[in-house]
């Protein structure tokens, strides 16, 4: 009768056993955008390549590999998802028995009697039955949270790539002008020659020398300001590459950059797949869900069982012994704890759902936003080349007429202004226009495939040695 009711008693705990409380995850609605409002060319969005080889610069290729080599916080990254594996090895680890050892020595050394030893031996083996599947729900969280640090590595790795293509561009942009700057200048030069030529014979006033002067020194203040920029930018770009300030190689100018004629960002149903930040933000709230489970099951009791096998060594005699025992231990008052603990998981959960949400909705509008800026930026800088080319035939003109005595010198400065100005702003524009493109293959998620799963993330009943076996 005995062993029959031991038998019952395992098939009783083995069933309550397979209980898991908690919610199960499931992906909540989510905001839907049918399409985009930017101007988004037919066909499938190209977010999946290596979208930074597109402008077929080799020097931003390198600078680019160099930053997803060394850069330091990219490391910071990936020794986080270390640490998620080392949590989810120790949330696994309650899975299994514990079994201890230990050993203990005494000798009593006595006046008339003879002395004594006793020597002791044990091992203990204590396992924690999973009968509300806490630990299950413990491992659940923890497999969420490291596919949430897998994902925060590719937010990081594309916010990297971005940063460096922005960089590059813009060291590119301040290289082009500080080029018309220097040009500026010795356009400037021989145009202070020619006045002052013409103030010394008397043709013109001093006004009109003074005011070449300080048309020279505008565009020499210029060159100053660009070299400056120039240098920032470089230590800038240093950073991102890990290293210390230091010269960065220029590869191709601004003006022979491989600019895609077109960028389809493709549907909006595919950027909740394709964003990482988005997905380590369900990752997040998975986790959290199952965190409410945990909490659950604190509020019923736990059993543990246990056994203690060992031997006594004496001076006269040999005693093994074995011990086999359970232990059920469950919250009768606690004023609540347990209970309003549940409630803040569940809240814990609801602010990550709308945080979840929010990603989506600011994907959204990201894509929206770098659809139009690459549409704008395209616009303005095809209409400040026009306005350049016309700037350039009029300063042209305007100092023919000038020498002819024609016009007064008036006139040829703000004509030189213009054109300065309109050099400049058009280098702006052609930046702005580069940038946009990258901002857009940013906020589309590109550069990596998300279907690629880590080699190294074990599955919900996989354990790690398993993970290990697989890998060999």
């Avoid at 290289?175 to 020619?194: A, G, H, Q, W, Y």
Wanted: aromatic letters at 6%.
């Amino acid at each position: 009768m005995t062993r029959r009711r031991i038998f019952l008693f395992l098939v009783l705990i083995l069933s309550i056993a397979g209980c898991t409380l908690g919610p199960d995850y499931v992906r909540p609605p989510v905001p839907q955008h049918p399409a985009y409002r930017g101007q988004n060319p037919p066909g499938r969005s190209i977010a999946d390549l290596e979208w930074w080889k597109i402008f077929n610069d080799p020097t931003l290729v390198r600078l680019i590999d160099t930053a997803l080599t060394n850069n330091l916080d990219l490391r910071a990254s990936m020794a986080r998802i270390e640490e998620a594996q080392a949590k989810l090895g120790v949330a696994r680890a309650n899975l299994y028995p514990n079994v201890f050892y230990g050993a203990t020595t005494d000798h009593t050394a006595q006046t008339k009697l003879k002395d004594s030893s006793i020597t002791s031996g044990f091992l203990n083996i204590g396992y924690i039955v999973d009968l509300w599947g806490q630990v299950r729900r413990s491992n659940e969280a923890a497999l969420h949270q490291l596919l949430a640090s897998e994902d925060a590595y590719q937010t990081v790795t594309i916010a990297l790539v971005g940063q460096v293509a922005r960089a590059y561009f813009q060291l590119c942009s301040i290289e082009k002008r500080l080029r018309i700057s220097e040009r500026t200048v010795e356009t400037r030069r021989k145009s202070l020659d020619i006045v002052r030529t013409r103030y010394e014979a008397g043709m013109v006033s001093e006004v009109d020398f003074q005011q070449a002067r300080i048309q020279l020194t505008n565009a020499e203040a210029s060159v100053v300001n660009f070299r400056l920029a120039m240098t920032q930018t470089e230590n800038a770009i240093s950073l991102l590459l890990g290293s210390p300030p230091v010269s960065i190689p220029h590869g191709n100018v601004l003006d022979a950059q491989s600019v895609p004629a077109e960028v389809p960002a493709g549907l909006p149903s595919e950027l909740v797949e394709r964003r990482p930040d988005v997905r380590q933000a369900e990752q997040l709230l998975a986790a959290q869900t199952a965190r409410i489970g945990v909490a659950e099951a604190a509020r019923f009791p736990s059993l543990t069982l246990s056994s203690n096998l060992g031997g006594n060594l004496t001076n006269t005699v040999d005693v093994t012994f074995a011990t086999i025992g359970a232990s059920l231990l469950g919250p009768l008052f606690d004023a609540g704890k347990t209970k309003q603990q549940v409630a803040v998981e569940v809240a814990r959960t609801k602010q990550l759902l709308a945080q979840y949400k929010q990603s989506i909705l600011s994907a959204f509008r990201e894509v929206e936003d770098a659809l139009a800026a690459v549409q704008h930026h395209k616009t303005r800088y095809e209409i400040l080349q026009r306005q350049v080319t016309a700037a350039q035939a009029a300063t042209d003109l305007t100092w023919t007429r000038y020498q002819e005595g024609m016009t007064s010198f008036l006139e040829v400065l703000d004509i030189e202004r213009s054109l300065f100005s309109s050099e400049l702003a058009a280098a702006d524009a052609q930046e702005q226009y580069v940038t946009a493109i990258v901002q857009l293959y940013t906020a589309l998620g590109g550069g990596w495939n998300p279907k690629q799963k880590p080699a190294a993330i074990p599955t919900a009943d996989q354990s790690p040695s398993e993970t290990a076996e697989k890998k060999k």
